[in-house]
């Protein structure tokens, strides 16, 4: 996006992105952006079965979203998304973090498109379920 539209359009896609996330969490949650283009999600008193749920839930609303539209651009992505879970995967917070990008980075250098799970690996059919239904 930045290649094509220029960094201000960039940035005006991470804030949407960030504002429908943080639409899309309970009020126990938190959202941060972290890095360039990457989020956080924090999501206390869950169990990382629904935690996988949950992102499942979210990878399904960021690629089949429509971006940017308000500034007559329509912008796709194909999310890449990574979860670890407290205290199941580590018990520290750089652990998880780790472990979360490490998720992350074996869906973004695969086949993209899709969750993977600390300890797990990428989870199956996200991408071509959500493409089907």
Not at 88 to 116: F, I, P, Q, W
Request: glycine share 8%; with cysteine.
């Amino acid at each position: 996006v930045n290649d094509t539209h220029g960094h201000l359009v960039g940035s005006r896609l991470l804030a949407e992105i960030g504002n429908a996330l943080k639409a899309h969490c309970r009020l126990i949650d938190f959202a941060f952006r972290y890095g360039g283009d990457e989020f956080v999600l924090l999501l206390p008193q869950t169990s990382k079965e629904n935690a996988l749920n949950v992102a499942r839930r979210l990878h399904k609303l960021i690629r089949e979203s429509v971006w940017l539209e308000k500034e007559g651009l329509k912008i796709r992505l194909t999310p890449s998304l990574g979860v670890a879970s407290y205290p199941v995967d580590s018990r520290t917070k750089e652990g998880l973090l780790h472990l979360a990008d490490e998720a992350m980075y074996l869906v973004k250098n695969t086949h993209r498109d899709s969750v993977a799970a600390a300890n797990i690996g990428i989870l199956p059919n996200t991408a071509t379920a959500e493409s089907a239904g």
